[in-house]
């Protein structure tokens, strides 16, 4: 069964430290992947995708995220933490190659401390 | 701006009311989708609409209902909430290939008592 998995429910990190978020994916299909953001009362805004092309993807904000098929992963990162940052990140692909529906993860909240 | 726009951003109801909660979209999209988020569930999606008049179950249709008689519009229908309906909704859309994602709306938290 495809499924999106996030290593982890919580995150902390201080202001000016590197945020790594972690995201497995399993699919019989070559997957596009996406990750999303959720600032406190606000919809979900995209951050980047990957679909099929380079495997390092810059998003918006600084993130970056880098697939890698050997390890099923699409892990999100960002050099340095802002407190603008704080959110939950959601990690979501296609179900079935097709975007009819995506498959999310149970998100991830992140906590930028000063 | 490019958007989808939900209404009412909150709402607090008794089971059993019928309620409706507004979805439309400003990009000619044809695809549009409802979700519902849960804590430690991230988001599953209800029903989903290819086209005007064309509609189709989600994961979680249960409990509600959908009509596509617009393109922009894709409203979702509690015909009977109950206490289990109480969650965050968000609309979505996306655009004919999928490959850019999709735009979601600022979501409507709803409680039922």
């Known amino acids: 069964a495809q499924s999106v998995t996030q290593l982890d429910s919580h995150v902390s990190v201080s202001e000016g430290t590197p945020v790594l978020l972690r995201c497995n994916y399993s699919s019989s299909y070559s997957p596009s992947l996406f990750w999303y953001v959720q600032h406190p009362n606000k919809g979900l805004q995209l951050l980047l995708k990957?679909?099929?092309?380079?495997?390092l993807v810059k998003g918006i904000n600084g993130f970056e995220a880098e697939f890698k098929k050997s390890e099923t992963s699409f892990h999100l990162t960002k050099p340095s933490a802002h407190m603008s940052d704080a959110a939950e990140y959601f990690c979501a692909h296609p179900f079935s190659g097709g975007y009819n529906k995506l498959i999310f993860g149970a998100g991830t909240r992140l906590a930028v401390h000063p | 701006e490019a958007q989808v726009t939900q209404n009412p951003r909150y709402l607090i109801t008794v089971t059993g009311k019928k309620l409706t909660v507004t979805c439309s979209q400003n990009?000619?999209?044809?695809?549009m989708s409802w979700y519902r988020q849960d804590p430690g569930l991230g988001l599953r999606q209800i029903y989903y609409?290819?086209?005007?008049?064309?509609?189709d179950k989600g994961d979680v249709p249960e409990g509600y209902k959908v009509s596509r008689k617009e393109k922009r519009n894709f409203p979702l229908i509690l015909e009977s909430p109950s206490p289990n309906q109480t969650s965050l909704y968000f609309c979505a859309s996306r655009g004919r290939t999928g490959r850019d994602g999709y735009t979601f709306g600022s979501g409507t938290r709803l409680t039922v008592v």
């Open positions: 990009m000619n999209h044809e695809y």
């Open positions: 609409s290819m086209n005007v008049e064309v509609t």
């Open positions: 990957y679909t099929s092309a380079a495997t």
